[in-house]
C-alpha cells in the first residue's frame, strides 16, 4: 500500500546544479501537486496536474517545471538551482480537483542548494 | 502576505486535556477549509474539514468551528493523547478554485504523558 512516493528523500546541491524530483501515485488519482515547505510558511502550491496531459501554475512557480509523465508520475525539475529553492517538498495526489477531494502526500524531499 | 495564519508555532497540553489549535484567514472568499496533521518524517494527512455553510464539524475526538465573522476557526482535541503530538497545518480553499488549499505555517503539538 505505496500510496505517493517520492524520490529521493534527500538531495544536495551546489548553486546552478540541475535536478528532477519524482513522484509516482499507485492510487489511480486523476490529479497531482507540487508543493513546498519552508521554516514559518505553510505549504506553498508550485505546479499541478488537475489531470494526466494537462499542468498549470501554482502560487510559486518561478524557477520550475513539471512533467505529468502519464498518470502515475509527476515530476519537478529544477534547471538551475538557487540557495532560496533549499526547502522541503511534498508531492501530493486526490481523485479530482473537486473542492471536497482530500489530498494524499508523500513524505517529501528535503533539498539543500550550497 | 499570508492569508492563512496560525499565530502559536507551539502548544503542550497534558494527556486527557482538552487541545485548542487557532487559525485566521484573511481572504473572505475562502468557503472550505481543512485540518492536516503531519508527524515527522511523514508527509502531512488529512484530518477534518468544514464547510462555510456551518460553524461545527465533529468527527470523534477532533472538533472544528468556524466563525465567519471573525475569519476564525479552531481545531479542539478532546482528550488529547501522545499519538496527537504532530505538527497541524490549517488550510483554506475557494469553491471555485477546486481543491487549491493554502496553508498556514503549522502548529506544533506536544501532548504530554
Known amino acids: 500500500n505505496a500510496g505517493v512516493t517520492q524520490t529521493p528523500k534527500f538531495q544536495v546541491l551546489k548553486t546552478g546544479q540541475s535536478m528532477t524530483l519524482q513522484c509516482a501515485q499507485d492510487?489511480?488519482?486523476?490529479?497531482m501537486y507540487w508543493y513546498r515547505q519552508d521554516p514559518g510558511m505553510g505549504l506553498r502550491l508550485i505546479y499541478y496536474?488537475?489531470?494526466?496531459?494537462?499542468?498549470d501554475k501554482g502560487e510559486v512557480p518561478n524557477g520550475y517545471n513539471v512533467s505529468r509523465l502519464n498518470k502515475r508520475e509527476f515530476s519537478l525539475r529544477l534547471e538551475s538551482a538557487a540557495p532560496s529553492q533549499t526547502s522541503v517538498y511534498f508531492c501530493?495526489?486526490?481523485?479530482?480537483?473537486?473542492?471536497?477531494?482530500?489530498?494524499?502526500f508523500g513524505s517529501g524531499t528535503q533539498l539543500s542548494v550550497l | 502576505d499570508q492569508q492563512v495564519k496560525q499565530n502559536s508555532p507551539s502548544l503542550s497540553v497534558q494527556e486527557g486535556r482538552i487541545s485548542i489549535l487557532n487559525c485566521d484567514y484573511t481572504n473572505s472568499m475562502f468557503d472550505y477549509f481543512l485540518w492536516y496533521k503531519k508527524y515527522p518524517a511523514e508527509g502531512p494527512t488529512f484530518l477534518i474539514s468544514?464547510?462555510?455553510?456551518?460553524d461545527k464539524n465533529e468527527d470523534g475526538r477532533f472538533t472544528v468551528f468556524l466563525n465567519k465573522s471573525a475569519k476564525h476557526l479552531s481545531l479542539h482535541i478532546v482528550p488529547s493523547q501522545p499519538g496527537d503530538s504532530a505538527v497541524y497545518f490549517c488550510a483554506a480553499a475557494r469553491m471555485e478554485y477546486g481543491n487549491k488549499l493554502v496553508f498556514g505555517a503549522g502548529t506544533i503539538l506536544r501532548v504530554k504523558s
Open positions: 468544514i464547510s462555510s455553510i456551518k
Open positions: 501530493a495526489s486526490s481523485i479530482s480537483r473537486d473542492l471536497y477531494e482530500k489530498l494524499f
Open positions: 496536474s488537475a489531470s494526466e496531459g494537462t499542468t
Open positions: 492510487m489511480n488519482h486523476n490529479s
